[in-house]
């Protein structure tokens, strides 16, 4: 599909070039071909009025005034009341019978100017007021070759500028095709992970159902067990529904529809005292800095979440008799918020990948804790639609430390210009 993109997006820009082309080489022939008509014109009507004097180059000094003329092949005829005509006098050798056949076919013309095609002239006629007709006749082929060259020139210029155009086109194509092409490679990991994800509860639930079914008389209660690992599993199927749904819902980068200001230092204060209990039954220890009256502009629900997400994280991978710190400061206009645990560091490698959908460290030990890989990647979703910034770093001498940065709210409730 990406291929048929890049192949349609390449045809179209030359189809557009190509159009644009012949629009400009088009007018570019048809006003060359009006000036070389006008020329002469210009000429034939010099001849008439110079007595069928054809023109001449003049040359001069360049302190003298001098008048530029074309040498443009041209002849002239007088035609007497009688239908006679004498050829004046001019720089054109013209046959007998080319010539009748001119006189005659600019006579019968019905304007006094025009093109006598077949003889390749072109003729300007004008009626004396003694009765005779002066014709003054201009060879076309300058005319013709002028302009084939110029279409020549239009043509080989066109070719280079067409090839200079696809090479362009094909690497627009590539670079503009490259975000199309990374978002369908996601979704299609996406939807692979997803299935992989839910094929392991619906695997439990219908291996369940199979066992209950097999004994129809068995009563509710003796089946008790079988329907306890349908329900957690069914619960599971369901918080992996909710959050691809809400990651569905928040791809976009947009700023939250219900965005007010939040008292970021209460709320994360909140979720501190909530996460004790479990830091406490996981033999983890909890210390928090949290620098009051920071408020931020969002949703509670999300940046709620969103904390909740960086502590469960930290806490759970904080290690036997380890530590989380939570701290939360003021850094000019921005809100920052570290979340830091002890533990076993990750690996750099991992490092660029921890907020994909899915992704997991260690894929044994993350099922073992309950979790999908989709946390982190949550997390990033709620800091950009709040136009935060979400980064990770792992050491072994500093732990690994979640800093999410948020625009900070004035006091007076006018918010920072995202």
Not at 345 to 350: A, G, R, T, V
Request: with cysteine; glycine share 6%; charged share 25%.
């Amino acid at each position: 599909m990406l291929r048929r993109l890049r192949l349609k997006f390449i045809l179209t820009c030359m189809l557009l070039v190509t159009l644009v082309l012949l629009a400009v080489f088009g007018a570019l022939m048809l006003s060359t071909a009006q000036q070389l008509e006008r020329e002469s014109t210009a000429i034939m009507s010099m001849v008439l009025r110079r007595d069928g004097v054809p023109p001449q180059f003049e040359v001069r000094t360049p302190d003298e005034s001098r008048e530029w003329r074309w040498a443009i092949p041209v002849f002239a005829v007088t035609v007497e009341g009688d239908g006679s005509f004498s050829l004046e006098e001019g720089q054109v050798k013209v046959t007998q019978e080319v010539l009748d056949q001119a006189v005659e076919q600019a006579l019968s013309a019905p304007a006094p100017s025009g093109r006598l095609g077949d003889l390749g002239l072109r003729f300007l006629r004008e009626e004396l007021s003694d009765g005779r007709t002066r014709i003054a006749f201009s060879d076309l082929s300058w005319e013709r070759a002028s302009l084939a060259r110029l279409m020549v020139n239009s043509l080989l210029i066109g070719a280079a500028a067409l090839a200079v155009f696809f090479a362009i086109s094909l690497f627009l194509a590539r670079q503009s095709l490259k975000p199309v092409e990374q978002a369908w490679t996601r979704q299609r990991q996406f939807v692979a992970d997803a299935s992989h994800e839910l094929k392991t509860p619906l695997t439990v639930i219908l291996a369940n159902t199979g066992i209950m079914a097999a004994h129809p008389t068995a009563t509710v209660a003796s089946q008790q067990q079988w329907l306890g690992y349908i329900q957690d599993e069914a619960q599971r199927m369901k918080e992996l529904v909710e959050d691809m749904l809400f990651l569905a819902k928040h791809d976009g980068t947009e700023r939250p529809k219900d965005s007010k200001t939040v008292d970021f230092s209460d709320l994360v204060t909140g979720c501190v005292l909530r996460f004790e209990s479990v830091a406490f039954e996981r033999q983890a220890e909890l210390c928090s800095s949290i620098a009051p009256g920071l408020l931020v502009s969002g949703e509670p629900d999300s940046l709620e979440r969103l904390v909740m997400i960086l502590l469960d994280n930290a806490v759970k991978y904080a290690g036997e008799n380890g530590r989380a710190d939570v701290s939360l400061l003021r850094r000019q206009e921005r809100a920052v918020l570290a979340v830091r645990n002890t533990g076993e560091p990750i690996p750099p490698e991992h490092l660029e990948h921890l907020f994909e959908r899915f992704y997991r460290v260690d894929g044994s030990r993350s099922r073992k804790e309950g979790g999908y890989g989709l946390g982190l990647a949550i997390a990033q979703a709620i800091t950009q639609a709040h136009r935060g910034q979400i980064e990770v770093r792992s050491s072994r001498e500093e732990g690994t430390v979640f800093t999410v940065t948020l625009p900070h709210a004035r006091t007076e409730g006018k918010f920072p210009a995202f």
